[in-house]
């Protein structure tokens, strides 16, 4: 669970790595305020994703914005038809292209969340939730249909 937050929120090894040891020190720091009103697993989530996203906050603040239609992609050959590892690399890349909270709400998606539960760990309403989700998922149809049709190519 901790890796795919990781793998979301950070390009580079190094930065995963990081990133893991940053939630895990969070979780221990919250352990003592864990009230078991929610299940683990959302406690858990709640965490990392605060942790992920704030650290995302700190460096933005940190780093010069850059247009993203200037940074590089390699995802200019990959076709839907590829096998499983390249259609899971293309998916990674335009998640990656996400804000921090539809990246958020795709992975709980992804791991089969309920939208209730969704809700206990985002803090956003079911409704609310599913019409982002819907939004989210026309979003990555048209980048990945952009990506594997050459538009937005560098």
């Avoid at 858990?44 to 850059?66: C, V």
């Avoid at 409704?127 to 979003?139: A, E, G, H, S, T």
Wanted: glycine fraction near 2%.
């Amino acid at each position: 669970m901790l890796y795919k937050v990781c793998r979301l929120y950070c390009f580079t090894e190094a930065d995963r790595q990081d990133l893991f040891q940053e939630i895990v020190i969070q979780l221990w720091r919250s352990w003592p305020a864990f009230r078991r009103e929610a299940k683990f697993s959302t406690w858990l989530y709640r965490i990392a994703l605060n942790t992920a996203i704030s650290g995302l906050r700190r460096q933005r603040r940190l780093i010069a914005p850059t247009d993203p239609d200037q940074l590089p992609t390699e995802l200019q050959d990959i076709q839907y038809a590829a096998d499983k590892e390249e259609q899971l690399q293309l998916l990674y890349a335009a998640i990656d292209r996400l804000t921090e909270v539809e990246k958020a709400l795709t992975m709980l998606y992804l791991e089969d969340r309920s939208y209730q539960e969704m809700e206990e760990i985002l803090g956003i309403s079911q409704n609310n939730l599913r019409v982002k989700m819907n939004r989210i998922k026309d979003k990555l149809r048209k980048i990945t249909k952009a990506v594997t049709h050459g538009i937005g190519k560098s």
